[in-house]
């Protein structure tokens, strides 16, 4: 049978290139290696010397693993939950045993270990850690990350809707061709906030948004807002959460432009440099003012948001350079076939 | 028979064009109803206060959220003219602000206005009470960016940033800028809740500028005796005892 969680959608095994996954296997390896030896030295002395020797083996071993579990993820994840399961456990006890023969000569067969602890080593670890993995899978995944996401949905500032649908209406009369396109602007910001959160969508699309949000901003504030894009060299097939980008440019017009009295200019610059998309938004500062609690409000949402979507493969950075504020994005560059497990709950 | 009487003149204040003209519109859709004559438009607050003291409007459409001056601050200079002009904010969004105008019985407009509620808004403007204005000021934390006074009927603006320090003086308040010295009727302790974030007490009746000081000094013969000077100014201001161990801590901060 297939092993489906409460809100029944398929349990898959993490991805073993994410930097969060790797860490917590490291860390769980590192202190059972700590606690192993404590339990079998007796001063702190003995305990470094006991802990350097088995690092000589345990270290190699764990990176080994990693980067084993690593080449095989996307073939493990596809195989049936338990096969995989069953599969990157064998790996997990393999290798380590495989290292142990190897670097046994090469220490002098000063070895503490017999492969058999070794591999018993392994086994328990491996276990404990697919069973955390597995559980983590099923509870926290999908049913709450995907209600934490619908609750971080991204929502737009009131004042904007009314003040844009002032805008629209002064232009009914003169003209109307102008007052259409910023209906239909408006109408497909809306359809975008009300959208699915949880589901990724293409670079390009939310390129799109922003531009026609920016549109609508424009409107208002005439001159006073300049808009200046970096986009030729961006992924356009890049898959990023929605709402990411066009938040960012409401809080640089919020705070940078509309306080001013005179013109300024927010810079969108996104591109690829290897497997990463960065996305950075400057805006002129305002006043010392403009830097206010609201602001936090919102990097504080996308921030979570690319953490239940990336874990700790996304970054935000924000930062006052000067005369000028910047926000600076990093996520790993996935296109559809390669949408990596955790942001696969999103898709149905 | 009597002259029908002039029209109430109008002067609309907006940051933003687009929302400017669509009043202008509502207006002139509500002129059968209730004429009345735009005689000008600003898109911030000072420049409103300009021209108010010029064109002297009967009532003052005012947006709140500006840049340079808001809506709010706008109004509270306004009340220092002799015969201030009615006054009607506009928002488009501002919760805690609509909630205290109902309280107050302050009048304003949700954008987009409607000709209907325009109407009636027209129909009943009256200056602002002096009470209503206070309270309006409690409800909006944002600290004012001038001060200002009362001078031969003209509304004179201090910028926050050009005072050196406040001394309080029997009734009055004196705000001391690099040119010269105002007199104003305000409570320094009021003035400190305000501009606290800038300003530091040194003494029961004094604040100075963070900004400004210069240097703190002893006095010579006297064991807790301190001063202050401030950039600009050779005067010796008197640091208390208590104040002086406050005003150390703050420079230290920094």
Redesign the interface.
């Known amino acids: 049978m297939e092993k489906r969680n409460h809100n029944n959608r398929h349990v898959e095994l993490p991805n073993f290139c994410h930097l969060g996954v790797n860490l917590r296997i490291a860390l769980t390896v590192e202190a059972a290696l700590v606690a192993g030896v404590v339990a079998r030295v007796a001063d702190s002395r003995a305990f470094y010397d006991e802990f350097i020797a088995l690092s000589a083996l345990a270290q190699p071993a764990l990176l080994l693993t990693l980067l084993a579990l690593c080449a095989a993820g996307r073939w493990l994840r596809n195989l049936p939950y338990r096969a995989g399961e069953g599969l990157a456990l064998a790996l997990g006890v393999a290798v380590p045993v495989l290292v142990a023969l190897w670097l046994a000569p090469l220490l002098g067969g000063q070895l503490p270990f017999s492969p058999f602890m070794v591999a018993a080593f392994a086994l328990a670890l491996g276990a404990l850690l697919l069973g955390y993995f597995n559980l983590r899978a099923r509870a926290l995944s999908p049913a709450i990350t995907e209600a934490r996401l619908q609750a971080l949905q991204a929502r737009i500032r009131p004042h904007f809707l009314f003040n844009s649908l002032n805008a629209v209406l002064s232009l009914v009369r003169s003209d109307p061709r102008r007052a259409e396109r910023a209906l239909e602007d408006l109408a497909e910001l809306f359809r975008a906030l009300m959208g699915d959160a949880r589901q990724l969508v293409p670079l390009a699309d939310e390129i799109q948004l922003t531009r026609a949000y920016l549109e609508l901003e424009q409107l208002r504030l005439g001159d006073r807002l300049g808009v200046v894009w970096h986009v030729d060299k961006m992924p356009a097939d890049a898959l990023i959460p929605p709402l990411v980008i066009q938040p960012l440019a409401e809080n640089a017009v919020y705070h940078g432009i509309e306080p001013r009295r005179d013109a300024g200019e927010v810079s969108l610059n996104i591109y690829r440099s290897a497997d990463r998309v960065h996305i950075v938004v400057k805006n002129p500062i305002a006043t010392e003012t403009s830097l206010h609690k609201g602001n936090r409000i919102a990097l504080d949402n996308i921030r979570e948001r690319l953490m239940l979507h990336f874990d700790l493969d996304a970054t935000l950075k924000s930062e006052p350079m000067g005369a000028v504020y910047q926000v600076h994005i990093v996520i790993p560059y996935t296109r559809d076939h390669t949408q990596p497990a955790s942001a696969r709950p999103h898709r149905r | 028979m009597t002259t029908p009487s002039p029209l109430p003149r109008v002067l609309i204040v907006d ?5 400017r ?2 009043l202008r ?1 509502v207006l002139d859709d509500c002129a059968a109803e209730r004429p009345v004559e735009i005689v000008g438009e600003a898109d ?1 607050g000072l420049d409103a206060l300009q021209q108010v003291q010029q064109i002297h409007p009967d009532i003052v459409l005012l947006d709140i ?1 500006m ?2 001056m808001d809506g709010i601050e706008c109004a509270q200079h306004l009340q220092k003219l002799e015969h201030p002009p009615a006054i009607i904010f506009s928002t ?3 919760a805690y602000a609509c909630q205290a105008f109902e309280l107050n019985a302050v009048d304003y407009l ?4 409607r000709a209907e509620r325009l109407i009636r808004a027209l129909s009943k403007a009256h200056p602002l009470g002096a009470d209503a204005l206070a309270r309006l000021r409690q409800l909006h934390p ?1 600290t004012r960016s001038h001060l200002s006074v009362s001078e031969k009927g003209r509304i004179v603006l201090i910028p926050v940033e050009d005072i050196l320090y406040l001394k309080a003086e029997l009734k009055y308040v004196t705000v001391r800028t690099a040119a010269r010295e105002y007199l104003m009727e305000e409570s320094l302790t009021r003035l400190e809740d305000e501009l606290g974030a800038l300003f530091t007490r040194i003494h029961r009746n004094c604040l100075v500028a963070d900004s400004r000081i210069r240097e703190v000094g002893k006095l010579p013969g006297d064991e807790d005796g301190h001063f202050l000077r401030l950039d600009g100014l050779d005067e010796r201001l008197a640091v208390s005892r208590r104040q002086y161990s406050v005003l150390r801590e703050k420079i230290k901060s920094k």
Not at chain 2, 110 to 113: F, I, N, R, S, T
């Open positions: 940051d933003e064009a687009p929302a003209r669509r519109e911030n959220r840049p340079s488009a969004y501002d949700l954008k987009p206005v944002k």
